[in-house]
Nanobody
Framework: QVQLVESGGGLVQAGGSLRLSCVASGITFRFNTMAWYRQAPGKLRELVASITGSGNSRYADSVKDRFTISRDNAKNTVFLQMNSLKPEDTAVYYC????????????WGQGTQVTVSS
């Protein structure tokens, strides 16, 4: 049974930073590409960043050069360091182990709320 537990969200002023964490269980973590998604009110869930088991990462254009995804395979944990936050980054952030096709798996955690004030 896959479980995903996100943490680290909060309220921050524009220009500030947050570091999100996600602990995964029930998967062979080191072999999974892990991703961070976010969903703002009234909007579709969008892919923010992903990282392969070997550490290759990709980013949405909207967060490139501001966010950094990383992972600790020994702790089954994926991180998202978010710098230079903007009000438009406000959303609930979720992690997800991607399928081999690159699409998200069906299991989602509770997410962690990030709110950026202007």
């Amino acid at each position: 049974q896959v479980q995903l537990v996100e943490s680290g969200g909060g309220l921050v002023q524009a220009g500030g930073s947050l570091r999100l964490s996600c602990v995964a269980s029930g998967i062979t973590f080191r072999f999974n590409t892990m991703a961070w998604y976010r969903q703002a009110p009234g909007k579709l869930r969008e892919l923010v960043a992903s990282i392969t088991g070997s550490g290759n990462s990709r980013y949405a254009d909207s967060v490139k050069d501001r966010f950094t995804i990383s992972r600790d395979n020994a702790k089954n944990t994926v991180f998202l360091q978010m710098n230079s936050l903007k009000p438009e980054d406000t959303a609930v952030y979720y992690c997800n182990p991607l399928r081999i096709t690159g699409s998200p798996s069906d299991t989602w955690g509770q997410g962690t709320q990030v709110t950026v004030s202007s």
